[in-house]
């Protein structure tokens, strides 16, 4: 019996393991960079072999935008220095990486650090893996100290009028598209699309959980809340007798 019993435990141990494996974020930024220049930059996520939900947030320099060119279909939010990537379903390879062009203001001098986190699902547990910090220098050999003193400085951003959406009721209004998923979205993914969910719509159509953002009463006014909500291909549509068109 003492044999059997340590045959049975010597196979156990050599059962293969379904631990998780380590979830990290790269982000490939030359280390010396010219002010007023775009690159190319590279955001490479492992993700091992989690799936579903997942959030990357970075919070860049003023100064500094990156745009993203391939967000390995991720919903793309940006709010001033904050970008935030969210994934209902994460793709399916173990690691994959995601395209984007950072963009220097001409001012811009001396060191700079980009920051964040992801955020992800495992064993139905909320995890969060630290990107770390990536630092990078601006190289800049032009003066500016004669320029007048409101321009040394980054411009004082105006408050803007804020659009937001409304109950109508009426029959004829207009609606911001903000996502178009192949499953429903539960309320905490929505809140991280946009907090008041209380103005979120849903509707399937073409087999897809289309969701939208209203009711605005103008055109005008629904295409200046897309543009400004940081929902990149965020769209106007429009409803006539309340269907859409």
């Given at each position: 019996?003492?044999?059997?019993?340590?045959?049975?435990?010597?196979?156990?141990?050599?059962?293969?393991?379904?631990?998780?494996?380590?979830?990290?974020?790269?982000?490939?930024?030359?280390?010396?960079?010219?002010?007023?220049?775009?690159?190319?930059?590279?955001?490479?996520?492992?993700?091992?072999?989690?799936?579903?939900?997942?959030?990357?947030?970075?919070?860049?320099?003023?100064?500094?935008?990156?745009?993203?060119?391939?967000?390995?279909?991720?919903?793309?939010?940006?709010?001033?220095?904050?970008?935030?990537?969210?994934?209902?379903?994460?793709?399916?390879?173990?690691?994959?990486?995601?395209?984007?062009?950072?963009?220097?203001?001409?001012?811009?001098?001396?060191?700079?650090?980009?920051?964040g986190n992801f955020y992800y699902v495992y064993q139905k547990n909320r995890m969060q893996s630290s990107v770390g910090i990536i630092p990078f220098q601006v190289l800049n050999d032009k003066d500016y100290t004669y320029l007048p003193k409101q321009t040394e400085e980054y411009p004082k951003i105006e408050p803007k009028k804020v659009i937001k959406p409304v109950k109508l009721n009426k029959p004829d209004f207009f609606r911001v598209q903000i996502g178009a998923f192949t499953r429903k979205l539960n309320k905490h993914i929505l809140k991280e699309l946009y907090p008041d969910v209380e103005f979120i719509f849903e509707e399937i159509i073409d087999n897809l959980y289309k969701y939208t953002i209203g009711d605005f009463e103008t055109y005008q006014s629904a295409y200046e809340f897309a543009i400004n909500c940081g929902i990149k291909d965020a769209f106007v549509v429009e409803y006539v007798n309340y269907k859409r068109k």
């Amino acid at each position: 019996m003492k044999y059997i019993l340590s045959f049975i435990f010597f196979n156990f141990l050599l059962l293969p393991s379904f631990s998780q494996e380590e979830v990290y974020v790269d982000i490939n930024i030359p280390q010396r960079v010219n002010a007023g220049q775009k690159y190319n930059i590279d955001i490479i996520v492992y993700k091992g072999n989690i799936t579903g939900f997942a959030k990357l947030e970075l919070f860049i320099p003023m100064g500094v935008k990156i745009n993203i060119i391939n967000s390995q279909n991720a919903t793309v939010i940006q709010n001033l220095q904050v970008i935030k990537l969210i994934w209902v379903d994460l793709p399916y390879e173990t690691k994959f990486s995601i395209k984007g062009v950072l963009e220097l203001d001409y001012r811009l001098k001396g060191y700079k650090e980009i920051f964040g986190n992801f955020y992800y699902v495992y064993q139905k547990n909320r995890m969060q893996s630290s990107v770390g910090i990536i630092p990078f220098q601006v190289l800049n050999d032009k003066d500016y100290t004669y320029l007048p003193k409101q321009t040394e400085e980054y411009p004082k951003i105006e408050p803007k009028k804020v659009i937001k959406p409304v109950k109508l009721n009426k029959p004829d209004f207009f609606r911001v598209q903000i996502g178009a998923f192949t499953r429903k979205l539960n309320k905490h993914i929505l809140k991280e699309l946009y907090p008041d969910v209380e103005f979120i719509f849903e509707e399937i159509i073409d087999n897809l959980y289309k969701y939208t953002i209203g009711d605005f009463e103008t055109y005008q006014s629904a295409y200046e809340f897309a543009i400004n909500c940081g929902i990149k291909d965020a769209f106007v549509v429009e409803y006539v007798n309340y269907k859409r068109k």
